[in-house]
């Protein structure tokens, strides 16, 4: 059983940056593809980015390309987000998430394909 923690969320203003980890045990890790996801409120929950077991290929909701990266650090066993020219409409719970799956560019943003989920970290963007 994996279990995974979210952490460094907060409040900052808008063209900000945060950094979110998101730690995992339980597992093994370099196994895992590791996915972000973020859900405001009274909306549904949508993919933000994903990453391989490898690290070697990374994935972005289409609304995030250029200002976030996703990356992984086997040794530590975490996946970091680094969210750059943070913008109000990204306010939200963001969730990590893993799977075991192979998962590809056509299925890393598909949130049923996740077996792992984190309790979640607030980010809030002010104007």
């Known amino acids: 059983q994996v279990q995974l923690v979210e952490s460094g969320g907060g409040l900052v203003q808008a063209g900000g940056s945060l950094r979110l980890s998101c730690a995992a045990s339980g597992g093994t890790f370099s196994d895992l593809t590791m996915g972000w996801f973020r859900q405001a409120p009274g909306k549904a929950r949508q993919f933000v980015a994903a990453i391989s077991w490898s690290g070697g290929s990374t994935y972005y909701a289409d609304s995030v390309k250029g200002r976030f990266t996703i990356s992984r650090g086997n040794a530590k066993n975490t996946v970091y987000l680094q969210m750059n020219s943070l913008k109000p409409e990204d306010t939200a719970l963001y969730y990590c998430?893993?799977?075991?799956?192979?998962?590809?560019?056509?299925?890393?943003?598909?949130?049923?394909?996740?077996?792992?989920w984190g309790q979640g970290t607030q980010v809030t963007v002010s104007s």
């Open positions: 998430a893993a799977d075991y799956s192979r998962l590809g560019a056509r299925t890393m943003g598909v949130m049923a394909n996740y077996d792992y």
